[in-house]
């Protein structure tokens, strides 16, 4: 179909993989392995069932972070962002996050592990609003699932490479980075072809898994083209970031995606960020061949060091003040 703002946009074909026989340890992990390690090496992105996640976790994740944004915003700012500090917890409105050095069209809430203050950046307590007290609760739940979830797939992906299923967890994922964020997107006018929810861009780490509403906006950029990934009732949309493609060389492709409401309606998504260790170095996979495909991950040192060099372009003015 041709989009209003006048990219071909065709509707999505990513694979639909059941994940199941890695969280239960049925027979059948190799031949999920499979369909994940085509999945990666095609386009960097599937969708998941057989998760585990229970819906009426998703349920209450849902509507506690709708009754948040419908809150003023001045009492949505009582846990802004610079209340964080150094953890890099808290509310954003729209326009304030970039990409690529642009405002977004939408507004959310960063979250990430539960832990005590400490000297490290992007670690500590979370920032919770008073008026909706069950936003914690589900928050922290959800937090616990999807990590053993991001743990399971990432042993479909050793399998998949020809390495031990606990390769990942032993090493780069012991002790993980956690990161998720609520994001709400109002409607994309529709008159603005320039204006998106999220600008072009692949994600930093190992895994992003990410709940749609029933609102579509997801776009996949693959070598036939841009492709839609609407949401399909009871799955995740699971796309591999930089880290992983630099592990393997290129071999899996961390891939540009981007995100335009226009569905005409409010728009929530959740993604989860399943990555390395703050301080795991993320050199390549001994064997792993050829180059990344667009030569764009190049560093050298921690992923922390390498997170916050990212970050750093997301809110310039607040990594400044508080990093």
Same mark, same amino acid.
């Given at each position: 179909?041709?989009?209003?703002?006048g990219?071909m946009v065709?509707?999505s074909?990513?694979p639909?993989i059941d994940?199941?026989p890695?969280?239960t340890?049925?027979?059948?992990?190799?031949?999920?392995?499979e369909r994940i390690?085509?999945?990666?090496?095609?386009?960097?992105?599937?969708?998941?069932?057989g998760?585990?996640?229970?819906?009426?976790?998703?349920?209450?994740?849902?509507?506690a972070?709708?009754?948040?944004?419908?809150?003023?915003?001045p009492?949505?700012?009582?846990?802004?962002?610079?209340r964080?500090?150094r953890?890099?917890r808290?509310?954003f409105?729209?326009g304030?996050?970039?990409?690529?050095g642009?405002?977004?069209?939408?507004?959310?809430?960063y979250?990430?592990?539960?832990?005590?203050?400490?000297?490290?950046? =992007?670690?500590?307590?979370?920032?919770?609003?008073a008026?909706?007290?069950?936003?914690r609760?589900?928050?922290?739940?959800? =937090?616990r699932?999807?990590?053993?979830?991001?743990?399971?797939?990432?042993?479909?992906?050793?399998?998949?490479?020809?390495?031990?299923?606990?390769?990942?967890?032993?090493?780069?994922?012991?002790?993980p980075?956690?990161?998720?964020r609520?994001? &709400?997107y109002?409607?994309?006018?529709?008159?603005?072809?320039?204006?998106w929810?999220?600008?072009?861009?692949t994600?930093?780490?190992?895994l992003?898994? =990410?709940?749609?509403d029933?609102?579509?906006?997801?776009?996949?950029?693959?070598a036939?083209?841009?492709?839609?990934?609407?949401p399909?009732d009871?799955?995740?949309v699971?796309?591999i970031?930089?880290?992983l493609?630099?592990?393997?060389?290129?071999?899996?492709r961390?891939t540009?995606?981007r995100?335009?409401?226009?569905?005409?309606?409010e728009?929530?998504?959740?993604?989860?960020?399943?990555?390395?260790?703050?301080?795991?170095e993320?050199p390549?996979?001994p064997?792993a061949?050829? &180059?990344?495909?667009?030569g764009q991950?190049?560093?050298?040192?921690?992923?922390?060091?390498?997170?916050l060099?990212?970050?750093s372009?997301?809110?310039?003015r =607040?990594?400044?003040?508080?990093?």
């Open positions: 179909m041709r989009a209003k703002w990219t065709r509707v074909e990513l639909v994940v199941s890695l969280l340890n049925r027979t059948g992990k190799r031949d999920v392995a390690g085509a999945a990666c090496r095609e386009s960097g992105f599937f969708y998941v069932t998760h585990g996640v229970p819906p009426a976790l998703i349920e209450r994740l849902d509507a972070s709708r009754r948040f944004f419908e809150l003023p915003e009492v949505k700012n009582e846990i802004a962002m610079e964080g500090g953890a890099w808290g509310f409105p729209v304030g996050e970039l990409t690529s642009r405002p977004d069209l939408k507004e959310g809430v979250f990430g592990a539960e832990e005590p203050p400490g000297p490290l950046p =992007l670690h500590g307590p979370n920032l919770f609003p008026q909706v007290p069950e936003l609760e589900a928050v922290l739940a959800y =937090l699932a999807m990590t053993e979830l991001g743990q399971a797939v990432m042993a479909g992906i050793a399998l998949s490479l020809g390495l031990d299923e606990d390769y990942f967890r032993t090493g780069y994922t012991a002790d980075t956690i990161l998720f609520i994001f &709400h109002p409607p994309s006018p529709p008159d603005d072809p320039e204006t929810g999220v600008g072009e861009h994600d930093y780490g190992l992003t898994l =990410l709940l749609q029933a609102n579509s906006g997801l776009q996949v950029r693959t036939g083209g841009w492709i839609e990934a609407p399909l009871g799955t995740f699971c796309n970031g930089d880290m493609d630099k592990l393997t060389g290129g071999q899996y961390s540009p995606h995100v335009r409401n226009r569905s005409g309606n728009r929530l998504s959740f993604p989860f960020f399943f990555d390395p260790g703050w301080d795991s993320v390549p996979l064997y061949p050829g &180059h990344r495909w667009d991950v190049d560093f050298t040192g921690t992923y922390g060091q390498y997170l060099s990212k970050v372009k997301v809110f310039p =607040l990594f400044e003040r508080q990093l």
